[in-house]
């Protein structure tokens, strides 16, 4: 099985899909943490993309879809990813299927997590004054959510169409959000 975790910044993807992996068997791949880690190491990938991530603005698709092609192994694809943050566009999510079906394997669940624009901002606000990530300023996180709707929504209609796309409200308790996220596999249909 593998599964799509979507929705805007600040919306709960990082830590529902933390949250989610162990009980569903699946290696998480979240591609800002695994973007985060390049540039602490300043790698070549981390140079370039740290120009991105302090600007609010998205990797490269061709960048990312070359990290994600030597991410992903035959083994863990048969196994099941729970992708985190990938993909973000409609090129990266042609292309992610195009990856998979190298190795025989497809998504068989798109979880998009909503919230209102009030209560995201809110979240970053907070996490922002935790001071652990140079994009949570709040210069940065209205253009986030902006290109959010105009570059990531569209991939919404691409799952729909497939009949992948599992809607989940991200509002409250962590506990509440992810019971309602579990329900979706445990139920028959
Ligand atoms: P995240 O931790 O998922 O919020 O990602 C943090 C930042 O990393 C994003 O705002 C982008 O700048 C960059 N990033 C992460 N995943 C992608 C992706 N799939 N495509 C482009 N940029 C990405």
């Known amino acids: 099985m593998n599964i799509l975790i979507i929705g805007p910044p600040g919306v709960g ?4 899909a933390k949250l989610i992996k162990d009980t569903l068997g699946l290696i998480h791949l979240s591609t800002g943490e695994l973007l985060r880690k390049e540039i602490k190491t300043k790698s070549k990938v981390g140079i370039i ?11 490269p698709d061709d960048i990312m879809l070359e990290i994600i092609n030597n991410t992903i192994t035959r083994h863990n694809c048969l196994k099941g990813y729970l992708f985190d943050g990938f993909p973000r566009t409609l090129p990266q999510a042609e292309g992610l299927d195009m990856i998979l079906n ?14 209102s624009i009030e209560e995201l901002k809110i ?10 990530r140079s994009d949570d300023l709040p210069s940065i996180i209205d253009k986030r959510q902006k290109i959010y709707w105009i570059q990531t929504a569209p991939i919404l209609k691409y799952y729909k169409a497939k009949n992948l796309l599992k809607e989940v409200d ?13 329900n979706i596999f445990n139920s028959n249909d």
């Open 123 to 132: 979240r970053l606000l907070k996490r922002s004054n935790q001071g652990n």
């Open 102 to 115: 190298k190795y025989n394997c497809n998504i068989n669940a798109a979880i998009n997590l909503t919230a």
């Open 13 to 16: 993807k990082g830590t529902q």
């Open 49 to 59: 993309s740290k120009r991105f991530i302090d600007k609010g603005e998205f990797i």
């Open 170 to 182: 991200g509002l409250g308790s962590i506990k509440h959000v992810n019971k309602r996220i579990l």
